[in-house]
């Protein structure tokens, strides 16, 4: 029985310890956003405001045995990933997410923490790029990734454009090129939808350094919003909304780059 269930969305990502990224920001934003969120694990990190300390992948029989589980119970209507760590572990979560169905997938790929810390794998880039960007509903790089994948530097309007493109016939249906590593005064954003509408959404640029988790606090918040039957360039619009205000009404936890206010 699956009708007028509550909206169930689940994250694939890695654990911060520390509260402020990874699954626990996206169990708070789905908290925030009134979806029932679950986490597959994929990796945990020993991590505060200061940085990541140091990071342990799951065994990957185990993150499967967590898509079997959720799978066998749950009726999850979205899904986002994150953190993915290695090859081993994209390719294990490309094989679940084609044996299951949950729901629409946003690809937040995370590459590396604002520290410096990697959270992925070079080698597996190449896999991201070719087994699951196919499957990506909606793929939000900031500007650092995109150029990672589409191996160009990103210096204007125009080269956010192209890349958004490049990624498109990647496979992906819709991309936002995140701005918030930009130069720009503003922090733009660029749309590029399925059915080829583009447009760009500003924001003010807040001078802070309250912005760890940002990434994946906007993409679960896509995710949320598709689970809860918001169209796609819709829950893009309210996610970038919501973390405006998770990054402009400030927290103070930890002595360095604290999360955002996912209760804002
Ligand atoms: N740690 C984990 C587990 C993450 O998934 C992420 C998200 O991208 C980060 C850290 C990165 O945090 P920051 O926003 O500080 O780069």
């Known amino acids: 029985m699956t009708i007028n269930q509550t909206p169930q969305v689940v994250t694939i990502a890695g654990s911060d310890s520390g509260g402020g990224a990874g699954i626990q920001a996206d169990l708070k934003t789905f908290q925030a956003r009134d979806v029932f969120g679950m986490s597959i694990v994929v990796a945990l990190t020993a991590q505060n405001t200061l940085g990541v300390q140091s990071s342990l ?45 949950f729901g629409p997938l946003i690809v937040d790929p995370v590459m590396i923490a604002k520290g410096g810390h990697s959270l992925l794998k070079r080698e597996a880039v190449d896999c991201i790029k070719k ?45 936002v090129i995140k701005g ?59 996610a970038k909304a919501f973390i405006q205000g998770a990054i402009e009404q400030q927290i103070f936890v930890g002595h360095g780059h604290g999360p955002t206010n996912h209760w804002a």
């Open 57 to 101: 992948p799951i065994p990957c029989n185990f993150v499967a045995e967590q898509f079997d589980s959720l799978a066998a119970d749950f009726h999850i209507r979205a899904c986002k990933t994150g953190m993915l760590a290695d090859k081993e572990h994209v390719q294990v979560v490309v094989q679940k997410l084609k044996e299951v169905d």
């Open 180 to 238: 918030g590593h930009s130069s720009d005064i503003l922090a733009k954003d660029f749309v590029l939808l399925e059915n080829g509408e583009t447009f760009w959404m500003s924001s003010k640029r807040i001078e802070t350094i309250k912005t760890h988790g940002t990434g994946d606090t906007f993409s679960s918040c896509i995710a949320a919003e598709i689970a809860k039957g918001k169209s796609i360039k819709e829950s893009i619009k309210i």
């Open 131 to 175: 087994e699951l960007l196919p499957l990506a509903t909606v793929l939000t790089p900031n500007i650092p990734e995109a150029e990672e994948l589409v191996q160009q530097d990103i210096k204007t309007s125009e080269d956010m454009i192209q890349a958004a493109y490049d990624l498109q016939q990647m496979g992906v249906k819709n991309v």
